[in-house]
């Protein structure tokens, strides 16, 4: 039996949840115990349990060599003796309101123990009759609550909890997934150890936000490339995407905070923000290029110009994550990892836009002046190939 409380709107399943399939369900039994065992001696996890459910007392019935030579199979034997002790409805009575059940069972004097089964006998299907125990014998067990199946298989789960002050369930996953189930898979080869739960949410969910990320990205590309008629300019715009990642990364070593899923849906976010700074730089320095300037002096007017507003809205942006990113209360722990990725990232990919999209500007520039003398080259080249035309 298993008792929880939950306060939660919303979940996406157990922090550590492991699911264990296999066709032997005592051998699934084991590895649960064991695999629970282990789980407990992670700190911080806590509500250890798994899905298996032993059912009441039953008893099950075994059909003996002389009973299929009768020609009696185990549904013929188990619903004569369903029949005798529980009984077979014969027909119902319309009593008022009440609907009465007329059942065909055995005396109660006849059903009262266990040892009445021996003494029962059972019809053939020739229609006639043999004793119980002459045909069959029984023990008594106990039966399943639920049975769970996955393609086939039975299938066992183990969940825990995390007490996140103290450790994250990323941490531990990936500690089980090194140590403790490497050494559980040759002690149980027939077992097959899978993630599930909030892990396996968040597997599924990384490949979507991947998706969404290519996407945006793309789109972003576009808006870019329509007001600056250039295929290559929002390139360098957008090449300070990368760097913000890497500065992500470096906040959350340096807060020493796990990297989770929260962290990469900041780091998406992050995406649509630090090109802001790139965009400001590089559009300053059109627009001095359109005033008769030479790219050089144009890209660097840009950078001394807008230097005060970049770092002014990059700062101002980390100083106001500040109070988010120094908050370790359980109800907006999961908001930290969101508020280290943007104000890190911003702050890393302000300094790199300062130095990269400079570099990145001139060097587009020294191509399409390339370009222009390899295609100013080859025309004069046709045009002194060509044979004179005769009158």
């Not at 409380?5 to 032997?24: I, N």
């Not at 014998?137 to 002050?165: C, H, M, N, P, Y």
């Not at 080869?189 to 949410?201: A, L």
């Not at 999961?334 to 508020?339: K, M, S």
Request: charged share 20%.
């Amino acid at each position: 039996m298993k008792l929880s409380f939950d306060a939660a709107t919303f979940s996406a399943g157990e922090p550590l949840e492991f699911r264990l399939q296999g066709s032997d369900i005592e051998i699934l039994r084991t590895a649960a115990e064991e695999l629970k065992y282990e789980l407990s001696s992670y700190p911080g996890v806590f509500d250890v349990a798994d899905t298996f459910r032993s059912g009441k007392q039953e008893i099950k019935l075994e059909l003996l060599p002389e009973a299929r030579n009768l020609g009696l199979t185990l549904n013929d034997m188990a619903t004569q003796v369903r029949n005798a002790f529980y009984g077979v409805e014969a027909q119902r009575i319309q009593r008022g309101q009440d609907d009465v059940r007329v059942m065909v069972r055995f005396p109660e004097s006849e059903r009262a123990s266990v040892g009445d089964l021996e003494d029962m006998y059972i019809r053939t299907p020739q229609g006639s009759q043999v004793p119980f125990y002459s045909v069959a014998r029984f023990e008594v067990g106990r039966g399943f609550s639920q049975i769970r199946r996955l393609d086939g298989q039975r299938v066992v789960e183990v969940s825990a909890d995390v007490d996140r002050t103290m450790a994250t369930p990323e941490s531990i996953m990936a500690d089980i997934k090194a140590n403790l189930v490497t050494r559980l898979q040759p002690k149980y080869p027939s077992v097959v150890f899978e993630v599930g739960g909030e892990q396996e949410e968040r597997n599924s969910s990384f490949v979507s936000l991947g998706i969404g990320l290519l996407f945006s990205c793309f789109v972003i590309y576009g808006l870019l490339a329509i007001p600056l008629k250039s295929y290559l300019q929002p390139a360098v715009i957008m090449s300070v995407i990368p760097f913000g990642a890497v500065g992500a990364i470096v906040g959350h070593y340096v807060l020493d905070v796990q990297l989770m899923f929260f962290s990469a849906l900041g780091i998406v976010a992050l995406a649509g923000v630090v090109v802001n700074s790139s965009l400001v730089l590089v559009d300053y320095a059109n627009r001095q290029r359109r005033e008769g300037m030479d790219a050089l002096s144009a890209i660097c007017i840009a950078a001394v110009t807008r230097f005060r507003p970049i770092i002014l809205t990059s700062v101002t942006t980390f100083v106001g994550l500040i109070p988010l990113m120094t908050t370790f209360n359980p109800a907006t722990y999961p908001f930290l990892p969101i508020a280290i990725s943007l104000a890190w990232g911003v702050l890393f990919a302000t300094v790199i836009t300062l130095l990269l999209v400079p570099c990145l500007y001139m060097m587009i520039e020294d191509l399409m002046h390339q370009r222009n003398r390899l295609l100013a080259f080859l025309r004069s080249t046709l045009r002194t190939d060509t044979p004179p035309r005769q009158i």
